[in-house]
């Protein structure tokens, strides 16, 4: 029980702990996807 919720913590805080960290990686990200649904 206690393995189920970690692993979706894990994923969750992974992408988002370097993403807030850099700060740089987080405006590309953004822009990549904004520019694929403009495309």
Do not use: C, F, W, Y
Request: charged share 25%; glycine share 2%.
């Amino acid at each position: 029980m206690a393995q189920i919720p970690n692993d979706v913590s894990l994923p969750e805080v992974t992408p988002r702990k370097p993403v807030i960290k850099e700060g740089e990686p987080k405006i590309h990200i953004h822009s990549t996807l904004t520019s694929d649904v403009q495309i």
